[in-house]
């Protein structure tokens, strides 16, 4: 591991094609067999994060939580910046939650980017209708006019949200942490800006009181904690403006990580977050933008305002 970049070979062709049959056993759901080829590469390879990274994901397919628990703490320990994501499939294991590192996220939608839209037509997602009827149901609510004079659009991805707002906002910025996903959203022509940036470290550097809309497509769903980010988004919204996201969430209490690596957040946990922030909650409703495996994902709707 470099620079926080994945290093796809071990340097090793012996190595490289013990981890490639593993793959392959594992894809034919022989996961037993994988762990033990892999065992066998680390061994000859010790300095490999992605070769141990794949003897946990082959452990714990195996019903070995403890093996699987080692390989990914070794990956981790080889992959300072965490790119491969072993700090959340430590706490998966663990029944712990765990922030993602930007490594992670980077490295995870730069290789997702150009098959990103298809991804999410396939999965039915519909979150930029459902952020654009809850923003006016909010307006009509407000008793105000259903457009915005400044707005920012966090973890925009490709912008198939802003492109559903953009004839609604005067000046639209937006922010994701993949370079890649950027240049997508910059293809849409319908941003003022762009920035490849983490979401509340976009935030902070920004003046206070600034815009009267920030909004995020599921993009908070990649965030354990929501405190930072509502606090942030509070702070550059001027008195009035308005915030609107979908989120996942589930039916128990505070933050779960969910089997796919993303958080769903409960519906009293966010409510008190953005009390917290100095957010009055204007929507609150459970809503699926997407879903797996033929499911509906649960969500919810948040749109809060600044009252001052």
Not at 88 to 113: C, H, I, K, N, T
Not at 216 to 244: H, K, M, N, Q, T
Request: proline share 5%.
């Amino acid at each position: 591991m470099a620079d926080g970049r994945l290093i796809l070979s071990s340097g090793d062709p012996t190595v490289d094609r013990r981890i490639d049959w593993a793959r392959a056993l594992m894809e034919e759901g022989n996961a037993a067999d994988a762990a033990e080829l892999l065992a066998e590469a680390v061994a000859r390879a010790g300095h490999y994060a992605p070769g141990w990274f794949l003897l946990g994901e082959a452990r714990e397919a195996a019903g070995d939580a403890p093996g699987a628990g080692e390989a990914f703490a070794q990956a981790r320990a080889l992959d300072p910046a965490d790119t491969l994501g072993a700090t959340l499939r430590l706490a998966r294991l663990e029944g712990e939650v765990a922030g993602m590192s930007p490594a992670y996220v980077r490295a995870l939608f730069d290789q997702y980017a150009d098959r990103f839209d298809a991804a999410l037509a396939r999965l039915d997602y519909r979150g930029p209708e459902v952020i654009e009827a809850g923003l006016a149901q909010a307006c009509e609510r407000l008793a105000r006019p259903f457009a915005f004079a400044h707005g920012l659009d966090l973890g925009c991805g490709t912008g198939l949200v802003g492109a559903r707002l953009v004839d609604r906002i005067g000046t639209m910025e937006g922010v994701d942490l993949s370079p890649n996903m950027v240049a997508h959203a910059r293809r849409r022509k319908v941003y003022d800006a762009l920035a490849a940036d983490e979401m509340v470290a976009f935030l902070t550097a920004r003046p206070a009181r600034e815009v009267d809309l920030i909004f995020a497509g599921d993009a908070f769903c990649y965030l354990d904690d929501l405190g930072p980010i509502l606090g942030e988004s509070r702070r550059v919204l001027e008195p009035g403006g308005l915030l609107a996201f979908t989120t996942e969430t589930h039916g128990g209490e505070g933050v779960l990580l969910r089997d796919t690596l993303r958080f769903a957040h409960a519906a009293d946990y966010v409510r008190a977050e953005l009390v917290a922030a100095g957010l009055a909650p204007l929507t609150l409703d459970p809503v699926s933008v997407r879903k797996e495996k033929e499911q509906p994902v649960a969500g919810l709707l948040v749109v809060a305002l600044r009252e001052g």
